[in-house]
């Protein structure tokens, strides 16, 4: 099943999760804290792309699989989507330990793996509520208990890491890898993936009524911002509502956009895309700081570069006997 406003979510989502820490090391090279109150706003609105894509991977779960699940379902996962996340979990380790000579290599690749320490950590929440998923199939779950459960939980998860208690403070910054973090986009995807048949043209009728419900989302996030939530961080309640508006804009929008060759072929790399961004970033910012005064020109050059090479690191190893195994599955 292949489906083009997915192909076009999928691809926003990656080149917005690019912008952000495009963004992010130029300000680090830069050596700058602060950003204009619109740009600050901005980063925090584009840190809808993490939310966006898990929730997405979800709703194509729900979409394929309405009565079972396939006898490979694990193994088909555990090589195109695990195996993948390790192989560039220690490649970011081995990046860091060349680049600061820290003598924590070993570390940083158990870090890396098991606590998600580095930029593909999403991986771990994918696999929570790929399983609760599996579950809700394999033993007949009824939605009508998990899913208002999974939004019960995804609440009180946030509230308890809220508390002033030392356990939550000091496990603060691994609760994103927690899929309670994460079970509201769980529990949205399912019903959007069950129902996509009768869903899509809904939103393509009324696709103008999804341009004003994520205008508001986005103004609640600016209210929100304006009393004093600035943190930029893709856990922050009010994205809910916005994730929710964007996607359904552009699962509305992608019906009737054309499906250029562009947005079929960086769909195909995004997960490498995002595996691989963050330590080419690493790697190149300071040079791209260093010879090209201007910030604006220098996001977009560092955008571009970063993109393009991502793709290509992607598709030479994808030649390789066994590049599916750390490239993942690249049709």
């Known amino acids: ?90 490649t970011d380790a081995l990046i860091l330990e060349w680049m600061y000579q820290n003598d924590a290599l070993y570390d940083s690749i158990l870090s890396n793996i098991f606590t998600g320490g580095f930029v593909g950590w999403f991986v771990l929440v994918i696999l929570q509520l790929y399983l609760i998923f599996w579950c809700m199939l394999k033993f007949k779950w009824s939605q009508f208990i998990v899913l208002p459960f999974s939004v019960l939980l995804y609440f009180l998860h946030h509230q308890l890491f809220s508390l002033p208690y030392e356990f939550f403070q000091e496990n603060f910054i691994f609760q994103k890898l927690y899929g309670t973090a994460w079970l509201a986009y769980f529990a949205i995807a399912i019903l959007i993936g069950t129902h996509y048949d009768k869903l899509r043209p809904i939103l393509k009728k009324y696709r103008i009524g999804t341009i004003v419900f994520t205008a508001l989302a986005g103004f609640y996030v600016w209210i929100n911002f304006q009393q004093g939530q600035t943190d930029i961080h893709s856990r922050r309640l009010d994205l809910v509502p916005f994730v929710l508006g964007l996607t359904s804009m552009i699962l509305a929008y992608g019906q009737v956009i054309p499906h250029f060759k562009i947005t079929r072929i960086i769909s195909k790399y995004a997960f490498m895309v995002y595996l691989i961004h963050w330590n080419l970033l690493n790697l190149t910012s300071k040079y791209f700081v260093e010879y090209i005064p201007t910030s604006s020109i220098r996001i977009i050059v560092m955008f571009v570069f970063t993109l393009a090479m991502s793709i290509f690191i992607a598709k030479l190893i994808s030649y390789l006997p066994f590049g599916k195994w750390i490239v993942g599955k690249i049709r």
């Open 1 to 90: 099943m292949r489906i083009k406003e997915w192909d076009l979510l999928r691809v926003v989502a990656c080149l917005s999760i690019l912008l952000l820490h495009t963004t992010t090391f130029n300000n680090l090279f830069r050596g700058v804290t602060e950003n204009s109150t619109f740009v600050h706003f901005a980063r925090i609105l584009l840190c809808y792309a993490t939310p966006t894509f898990i929730l997405l991977s979800i709703i194509i779960l729900a979409a394929r699989y309405k009565e079972d699940v396939p006898a490979k379902f694990w193994s088909s996962r555990l090589q195109f989507l695990v195996l993948p996340y390790i192989f560039w979990g220690i």
